[in-house]
């Protein structure tokens, strides 16, 4: 777990440079990093002359005036101590912790407040994303595939709305899964606010995260920024009904933009509810009827994951496997390995592993190659 920087350290020095300049009103994640390129460090952001911040793209006299008084006020000091005091974690972009995931795209949020953990394995992460104003069949598919899904190992992504969001991270939740919320707002402002304890449960068991500062309400601007953040996390994205002007269609567009999987569950023909989903699929998103079918969707990870004690998740379809296929499989590595090897590893019967080996390789997750050896295949 990220720890916050030690009171009168020289990290928090460093740490608290940063987060001023994040709290500047006007100062958004292309700006923060436009101005950390240009001049190096927080701190000399901070420092510099009106003029050599102007210099910067989309800085103007205003937010150049706004820098500067940001390196004298005390909000970033405020904000830490309320961070610490409430046990809420803040992750820089380009600090360990932070998700490798979120980190690879165009607009990267400079820092993230989080209530909660987020934990390597939440890499391999699926967003499940809807309409607000929602049909009862939408309610029961988002659950049930947030069910499979986190039951499978896979972490929820949402964004704590009413309706399909909020069925979604109730699926996981009721699996004993991982399901991380990303907010609009600040955490000192749950919204809606009626989702409250749903946020409070999911910080026990996931994440709540956002990069508006703490005490952030709603407002109409926020909620699109927002939606790339949750494509970001996630390895793909799935739409359970979407109308042809909802809102979840802005993470489509995201996920889009990032290389992400876009998949929709169809509803009936005429609802049009699902016209968003209808028309995704027409122009070639997945279609979904199962949790299966997202799971073969899904291309590999970045790097391997770890869901279980030995056992690594290359790609999201080994999850489909049953126990003794995945058994087998973690005994065959990304290099190639004798068969010789892999049956002196295991104490499983000869004839059982050549006969998963051989559903492995129909299911083209081995490879066989010349002289006896194996090779794991990751895409």
Same mark, same amino acid.
């Given at each position: 777990m990220a720890l916050l920087p030690e009171p009168g350290s020289e990290r928090e020095t460093r740490f608290l440079e940063r987060l001023r300049l994040h709290l500047v009103p006007g100062v958004g994640p292309l700006t923060h990093l436009r101005l950390l390129q240009y001049f190096g460090l927080a701190g000399q952001v901070l #420092?510099?002359?009106t003029k050599s911040l102007q210099e910067v793209? @989309?800085? @103007?006299?205003?937010?150049?005036?706004?820098?500067?008084?940001a390196?004298?006020? @005390?909000t970033a000091e405020k904000v830490l101590a309320r961070c610490r005091e409430a046990g809420y974690q803040l992750l820089e972009a380009d600090s360990v912790d932070f998700p490798e995931s979120l980190r690879s795209i165009p607009d990267v949020p400079q820092m993230l407040f989080v209530n909660g953990e987020i934990l390597p394995r939440d890499h391999l992460a699926v967003a499940i994303v809807g309409s607000r104003r929602c049909t009862v069949y939408g309610v029961h598919q988002a659950e049930k595939l947030a069910n499979a899904l986190a039951r499978a190992g896979v972490t929820i992504v949402s964004g704590l709305a009413q309706g399909i969001d909020t069925a979604a991270h109730r699926g996981a939740l009721a699996a004993g899964g991982r399901t991380?919320?990303?907010?609009a707002t600040g955490l000192d402002h749950i919204y809606p606010p009626e989702n409250a304890d749903l946020a409070a449960a999911i910080a026990k068991s996931g994440a709540v995260v956002t990069e508006a500062r703490l005490d952030q309400h709603p407002s109409p601007g926020i909620f699109p920024q927002r939606n790339r953040i949750i494509s970001g996390l996630s390895m793909g994205v799935l739409v359970i009904e979407a109308a042809r002007n909802s809102g979840a269609l802005h993470t489509v567009r995201h996920a889009m933009e990032q290389g992400r999987e876009v998949m929709a569950l169809p509803g009936r023909v005429d609802s049009l509810a699902s016209d968003g989903c209808h028309d995704l699929i027409r122009d070639g998103a997945t279609l979904i009827r199962h949790a299966d079918d997202v799971l073969k969707a899904l291309g590999p990870t970045m790097k391997p994951v770890s869901i279980e004690p030995q056992t690594e998740v290359h790609s999201p379809r080994e999850l489909i496997l049953n126990?003794?296929? #995945?058994?087998?499989?973690?005994?065959?590595?990304?290099?190639? #390995?004798?068969?010789?090897?892999i049956l002196s590893s295991t104490t499983l019967d000869a004839s059982r592993v050549l006969a998963t080996l051989t559903v492995l390789e129909m299911k083209r997750l081995v490879r066989r190659q010349p002289g006896g050896y194996l090779v794991r295949v990751t895409y």
């Open positions: #420092r510099a002359s793209e @989309g800085v @103007g006299p205003k937010l150049a005036a706004a820098i500067g008084a390196a004298i006020e @005390g991380i919320a990303v907010l126990d003794q296929e #995945r058994i087998v499989l973690n005994l065959v590595t990304t290099e190639p #390995r004798h068969l010789d090897q």
